[in-house]
Structures are given as structure tokens and as C-alpha cells.
């Protein structure tokens, strides 16, 4: 940060590397089924891509857990398969079943989308929500754009929908490398177009969700998890040379130290099997670290929630770090156990 005003708001500080008065706290899915609020919301809204193309309803359900709970960041309501939607592939979210997709499967179907420098037109809804959000969020409150990690994305491009081993993408991955990297050239590209469009209209830091990147064997996890982040943080890097940016390599395991060094990313956030205190000594040191308290926890809350969420403060607390989960909460949490948390949370101290 040399050279520039240090940053005021809790979350960049932790980016930063700055010790924080108090931890920043925020949740992966805040804005969710698991709030009455958001439900309502979403029945006026119609379909799931419907709501998230809705600047108006976004920025509503964007809102809405930082004004029940107080997180000290809001992260955009959208989601990761917009970006394959505005390439032109057909996307649908079916009730019960989740997105499905025109599968994509060879060069040919590759061939047929459309170019990334239609993104922004398409995506102009998601571009106008982050815009609003920066507005009417409190001042005190970061706004985190984000995107999938173009390995994710493929993998539901090329399945038609989420998989349990992610098999049709590895299968097109192994059996024919070349033609698969050219699928991540694309999303890098996309990704780096989608990610510059949320920083334009007001986004303050940035977070890439690898939710697959842990069932990639260490060849192609370098390959086509670490490299294309790597690619996107460089590009990120040199368009705004002060936006932080969270990776999150989910299940990466070992290879996340690899990962935080390599990318280049300001922060990591950790999923429910990371150690903390392996996290404290080989990946705190590079910088800012987040999480990772099991999802199933705030689910159950009690004794057990709060005992866990001690570990993790106590662990990771003196150093660099934002709490989160391991993983997006869950519809079947009850609201006042996310209340509890955020509340134990911003009372601990060092």
C-alpha cells in the first residue's frame, strides 16, 4: 500500500495485511432461502436468473442480511453461471434440480459461443445491482464482486449441470488437453471482462470460487485451476492495482499454499477441512486468510457451533483474517443461529 491512503474499511484492512480492530466477519450465500425476507423476494422475482437480473431485487436481497445481522461486507447477489449465459449457452435453473445447461462437449460447441465482448451488454443488469450497491450500502461495509473460477464454470458448461466427480469435464480435460484449454482461455478472458466490469461500477474487492478445484490430481489442478487464477489476478493486478482479491480453491488440500503463493491473491479462503492451525503456519504467512467454520455448525448451533467458531478466532485471530464458513450457508439454517455468531464473532478479541 505504499504511496496510497491505507484503507479505512475492516475487511481491506485485513486484505491488507493490517492487524483490524475486531475481525470482519461476512458469509458465503448471506443473501438466501434461509431468510424469510429473501423468499418473499424471490417468489415476486419469478426465476432464479430473473432475480438476478433484477437491479432493483438484487440489490434488495443484497441487503437484506447486512441489515438483519451487521456483516461488514455485502457480496453481489448473482451467481457464478451468468457468464456462460452471456456467452450464449443456454442456461436454466429448474426448481428441485438446480442449473442445467446445454452440455458443450468438443471445439464445435466451444465454436458456437458468442464473443466475450458481448459480456457487458448482457451482463448490464448484474453491472447496474453492484452500481446501486455502492451507493446504498453502508460506509463502513465492503461490496465483494466475484465470479467462478473458469475450472468451476467448465465444469458445469461441459456436464450440463453439477456433477458429483465432475466427470465430463475431466474426460474432455484428459482425453484431449489442447482442445479443453482453449474452453479456460475463453473463461479466463470472460472472467477478467465480467471481474473489470464489477470494479467499474463500484465493487471493492473481489473473490474467485474454485468450488471443483479439489478433484483435480496435481497435474491438471496446475494446469487448469492455479494457472488461469493466476492469470486473472495478473490481469486484475495491472487494470486496478489496489482491489484486493480472495481465491478460493475449494479442496485443494496442500496444494492451497502452492495456490496463495503462485496467484498472487491477496487473501484465501479456507474450506470446512482446513486445519486452522495449519492455515495459521503455512498460509497465513503469505497473507490474509478466511473462514472456515462448517456450514452443518450454524445449522446445529449451541455449545458445539460456538466452541468452533472459539477455535478459529483463537487460531487465526492474531493475524491477518476475515471470518466466513467453509462453504455457502444452507437453506435450513436458522436465522438467529447466524445471528449468534456474527454477534460472538465481533465481541471476541485477541
Sequence with gaps: MSGTKAPEKKLLKALAGERTDGIPVWFMRQAGRYLPEYRKVRAEAGSFLDLCYSPALAEEVTLQPIRRFGFDAAILFSDILVVPDALGQKVAFKEGEGPVLEAITNEAGLAALGPVSGIRQKLAPVYETVSRLSASLPREVTLIGFAGAPWTVATYMVGGRGSADQGAAKAWAYRDPAGFQKLIDLLVEATIEHLSAQVEAGAEALQIFDTWAGSLPPLSFERFAL??????????????????????????????????????????SLDTGVSPLWARDELQVHGCVQGNLDPLLLVAGGDEMRA???????????????????HGIVPQTPPDHVGELVSLVKDWRA
Design 308 to 326: 468452533q467458531a472459539t477455535h478459529i478466532l483463537e487460531t487465526l485471530g492474531a493475524g491477518p483474517f476475515i471470518f466466513n464458513l467453509g
Design 227 to 268: 494457472k488461469p487464477a493466476q492469470a486473472i489476478r495478473r490481469e486484475m493486478k495491472a487494470r486496478f492495482p489496489h482491489v484486493p482479491m480472495l481465491g478460493f480453491p475449494r479442496g485443494a488440500g496442500g496444494s492451497a499454499a502452492r495456490y496463495f503463493c503462485e496467484t498472487g491473491m491477496d487473501g484465501l
